[in-house]
């Protein structure tokens, strides 16, 4: 039982608890010396990302070295022998022959493969995150945060109405628009409606249902084959609807916004970078000086793991604004500078 | 006083076959990129090599390269990716005793009741380097690089149930060495 608070305080650290197991952890930490071990190990789960080896990594030497093999005389080629013409006309009419093949089987498999992908996807803009967290804006200005493996294919995009259709989950700021509702296609027969809000939806493919996190403003989560069988969710609430399996569950739900210790998600939503940092120190332990010339007024949106490192924050910074630039000073302080230049 | 130049010069630099590129790229990156490979690999000299190897590559391409993020998470990614593949091809998954003992030297005076942060950090630093070197391996490949137990079981090539029981290892001798260390 010890082992498995250990192990549960871990998934919940790193963004990987399932719903089961968030119950499960729920309820064994309403045992007191299993709650505290579990802050306990969040603590000291904080703390170790600062670590950071400060060894002499011999630069120098390093540097001469590279000097050293990028300066170095090439080999002399090895002479080039002509070959021997001892292939027969026949062989190489045979070998023409089945490159014709091979090139109009391949021709012929593309244009079914084309063919197919029209049939089934049509036109229609998808957008998948295989190996990172993606971002996506919308042509109506909703911006999504696509979480590793999930895609997103944009179904309709007219005057009268936005929908697209999610497998996987993904974190969404819908633009406000009244005349045109947003609505997720959420897999078997299951759809979120919203009018501008922010929110996490996780589709149901994966035969748990759909599900809903509501940051700000609410959602209607509901099933096309049932009339009747919806929830609407407002912020802070989370939902699920499962027709199958004829289950509709609403809670309090504690992991859809800021940076938290513990929570499965990092939220930022036009975040002045300023206060940004403020955020980062806090959570890392670390401490963030800004250089007085420093221009940071400057918005942040990100949708991160709770597990994130700081590395990682950083380099997400970075991504968008290449020209603030930060350095150690020392262990735990780290000095900002630079602009809030975006990336072209 | 060095001229600043930033990540867009640096790599106009390169593209111009200037040595300085590499100069500046050493200078700003090196110490930081062999820190972040030896957190996943723990072998000081190879940690040089695979970061070396980095600056190889980059001049290698210098005509053709074109980074379309900012330098540094894109060096950091390709230190990472190297790394997990040194570790992949030197097959490094090395078999921990599991009744060793974990050698952790103290050096913080005994009857301390409470430890300022900057000693606490030391004593988990010390303790993260004193794990036997698979949990270490596993904890840091978590801890350090965000990879779930499935990109680590896939990477390492063991079950998802050994990197289980390895965090939940680290997790217990950090907690505990911590703990004892506190008293």
Redesign the interface.
């Known amino acids: 039982m010890d082992s498995r608070i250990y192990i549960l305080t871990h998934k919940r650290l790193t963004g990987q608890l399932s719903s089961i197991e968030n119950s499960e952890l729920a309820r064994l930490s309403l045992i007191p010396e299993n709650k505290t071990l579990s802050e306990e190990i969040a603590y000291l789960w904080n703390i170790s990302n600062n670590y950071f080896p400060t060894k002499d990594w011999n630069k120098d030497a390093a540097k001469d070295a590279f000097y050293e093999k990028i300066r170095a005389p090439k080999a002399t080629p090895i002479p080039t022998v002509e070959p021997t013409p001892v292939v027969t006309q026949a062989v190489t009419q045979t070998s023409s022959i089945n490159w014709k093949y091979i090139v109009g089987a391949a021709a012929g498999l593309l244009f079914l493969s084309w063919a197919i992908y029209q049939f089934v996807f049509g036109n229609k803009p998808q957008i998948t995150a295989k190996e990172k967290i993606e971002y996506a804006n919308l042509a109506d200005d909703t911006k999504v945060w696509l979480d590793q493996g999930a895609t997103l294919t944009v179904i309709e995009e007219s005057k009268s109405s936005r929908k697209v259709a999610l497998e996987g989950e993904a974190f969404f700021d819908v633009s406000h628009d009244p005349e045109r509702p947003f609505i997720i296609d959420l897999g078997n027969d299951i759809y979120a409606r919203v009018l501008g809000t922010s929110f996490k939806a996780k589709s149901s493919h994966e035969g748990d249902g759909g599900k809903i996190s509501v940051r700000d403003g609410s959602v209607r989560l509901y099933s096309s084959k049932r009339e009747g069988f919806d929830i609407t969710l407002r912020a802070g609430e989370e939902g699920a609807l499962n027709p199958q399996e004829d289950i509709a569950t609403k809670s309090y739900s504690s992991n859809v916004n800021g940076l938290m210790s513990g929570k499965q998600e990092i939220v930022f939503k036009d975040e002045p970078i300023e206060d940004l940092f403020d955020k980062l120190g806090l959570h890392y332990g670390v401490q963030f000086v800004l250089d007085e010339d420093a221009q940071l007024e400057c918005p942040f949106n990100r949708y991160m793991h709770g597990g994130t490192s700081l590395d990682e924050m950083l380099d997400a910074v970075a991504a968008v604004y290449p020209n603030i630039t930060w350095t150690n000073s020392d262990r735990s302080t780290i000095v900002v500078e630079g602009n809030c230049k975006e990336v072209e | 006083m060095k001229e600043k130049f930033?990540?867009?010069e640096i790599l106009e630099l390169l593209n111009n076959n200037d040595e300085r590129a590499?100069?500046l790229l050493?200078?700003r990156f090196?110490?930081y990129l062999?820190?972040?490979v030896?957190?996943v690999i723990h072998d000081?000299e190879a940690?040089?090599d695979v970061?070396?190897d980095i600056?190889?590559d980059l001049?290698k391409k210098r005509e053709s390269i074109n980074v379309?993020?900012?330098?540094?998470?894109y060096l950091?990614r390709a230190a990472v990716n190297r790394g997990l593949n040194y570790i992949k091809r030197k097959r490094i998954i090395p078999n921990d005793d599991e009744d060793a003992a974990v050698d952790i030297v103290s050096q913080v005076p005994s009857g301390q009741a409470y430890m300022e942060?900057?000693e606490?950090?030391t004593r988990?630093?010390q303790v993260?380097e004193s794990l036997p070197p698979k949990c270490k391996l596993i904890f840091g490949m978590?801890?350090?690089?965000?990879m779930?137990?499935q990109e680590i079981a896939n990477a390492l090539d063991i079950s998802i149930k050994t990197v289980?029981n390895q965090?939940?290892k680290a997790?217990?001798i950090?907690?505990s060495e911590?703990q004892l260390f506190m008293v």
Request: hydrophobic share 40%; proline share 2%; glycine share 0%.
């Open positions: 930033n990540d867009e590499i100069e050493f200078d090196f110490d062999c820190a972040v030896y957190r000081y940690a040089r970061v070396q600056f190889l001049w379309s993020i900012a330098l540094r998470p950091r942060k900057d606490l950090e988990i630093y993260i978590s801890r350090f690089e965000s779930s137990y289980e965090i939940s997790l217990k950090l907690r911590v």
